[in-house]
């Protein structure tokens, strides 16, 4: 007898997206150590805890050095106080009733979006938006939910709802039946929005299939336009079909804080081989007291100070820094000619490669020639080819130093 792996991992055509980005800057760097590398890849965020949340997060820290107010394990679905704060906060101004039962505490939204499939069967037909977040993807292949990776860059097996300037990057119902669709909107990577008439197509699709909806809002903080909604649950009947995740990391600067939290409503079901009906909420509860011990008590109590009056206030400085670096992004790549998309209710910027160039050669040539690092497209999926992906999180001043090396460019 010999131990046997998991072979679906060994469907897995390339190392994780980001990890191959930053072997290439590190090979990058190595070979010319004094160079002024500007990243805009990987979305990190530069702005510090904003002092609300820092003072919450030392107090909380204090309470953990006392006998008295120390905190041992938690509630793995994390605590009261913080679920109704963000129920009076993230829901209750759009009109969007939840329990504290139904939202669940945890150290990320990528954490949880690749988690949630455990708890489906493997013999569901999963569609993604194609460009895709690679977790989504990469965490079914790794379930054995797919098949092998063809030639066109799509996995045997997954249904890929085609994203990009022909159709405005508004994804079209799948062409075959599926059980779970992934959305992110603000989109992941392209930034693109969609309003919600667009989004009410796939709530009534997913109702009218008994489908569910995986809806990634991670971004919705960025969102500065009118008729895109913050949530899916604005949409009517969206409770019955649809689980949120919703994270601080971008929102409030907790990528190193570790944060976030998923809504999966009452009314959610899913079916047994015997096509009765589930519900959802009590499989991910006992999925995440089984595999999860809660975040630390002083993260859940700086999460809690991002809703307080100073604490939103400093957030929103925060937020609006990170759009105004998107604006110079947006504008400095059109006047020279590039086709831009996103960076109006998002912090990433989807860019259309020059002279139809593929995605890795422009990387290359941003990294060789102007020092910039973006994120190519094509490691989102095989509708990224021929873009790239830069952030908004990077400083001001490295934001305008980044174009303008970009602007002096000849393609």
């Not at 002092?51 to 919450?56: C, F, N, S, T």
């Not at 997954?158 to 119902?173: A, M, Q």
Request: with cysteine; aromatic share 12%; proline share 5%.
């Amino acid at each position: 007898m010999v131990v046997k792996i998991n072979e679906n991992y060994l469907k897995l055509k390339s190392s994780y997206l980001f990890v191959e980005v930053a072997r290439r800057e590190a090979e990058f760097v190595k070979a010319n150590p004094d160079a002024n590398v500007i990243k805009m890849g990987i979305g990190d965020v530069t702005k510090p805890l904003v002092p609300a949340v820092v003072d919450a997060f030392k107090n909380a820290v204090d309470e953990m050095a006392n006998a008295d107010t120390f905190m041992g394990y938690g509630p793995e679905q994390g605590y009261d106080f913080l679920a109704e704060a963000i129920i009076e906060n993230d829901f209750k101004p759009y009109g969007i009733d939840l329990d504290v039962s139904e939202v669940f505490i945890s150290d990320g939204a990528k954490c949880d979006t690749g988690n949630i499939q455990e708890i489906f069967g493997l013999d569901n037909k999963i569609a993604v938006t194609d460009p895709v977040y690679t977790v989504y993807v990469d965490t079914n292949v790794m379930a054995g939910r797919t098949g092998e990776m063809g030639d066109d860059g799509m996995y045997e097996g997954l249904v890929y709802l085609k994203c990009n300037s022909e159709n405005n990057f508004v994804p079209e119902l799948p062409s075959e039946p599926v059980d779970i669709i992934y959305l992110c909107y603000p989109n992941n990577p392209t930034g693109t929005t969609l309003t919600k008439d667009q989004l009410k197509v796939f709530v009534d699709y997913a109702k009218e299939n008994k489908a569910i909806i995986l809806f990634d809002a991670a971004y919705e903080a960025f969102i500065h336009e009118d008729d895109v909604p913050h949530s899916i649950y604005e949409i009517d009947g969206a409770r019955e079909v649809a689980i949120e995740f919703r994270s601080y990391s971008k929102t409030a600067g907790f990528t190193g804080t570790r944060c976030a939290y998923t809504v999966v409503p009452k009314e959610l079901m899913a079916y047994d081989s015997e096509d009765n009906a589930v519900e959802v909420k009590p499989l991910w509860n006992r999925r995440q007291t089984t595999k999860f011990n809660g975040v630390s008590y002083p993260v859940q109590k700086a999460a809690e100070a991002t809703y307080s009056e100073e604490g939103k206030a400093q957030i929103k400085e925060i937020l609006d820094y990170y759009m105004e670096n998107a604006k110079v992004i947006r504008e400095s790549l059109t006047d020279i000619g590039l086709e831009v998309y996103g960076g109006i209710s998002s912090p990433y910027i989807w860019v259309k490669t020059p002279n139809d160039m593929d995605s890795w050669k422009f990387f290359d040539i941003l990294l060789n020639e102007a020092n910039v690092v973006g994120t190519p497209g094509s490691g989102f999926g095989p509708s990224g080819e021929g873009y790239l992906r830069l952030t908004a999180f990077n400083t001001l001043e490295n934001t305008k130093e980044a174009m303008d090396r970009i602007s002096k460019l000849e393609f």
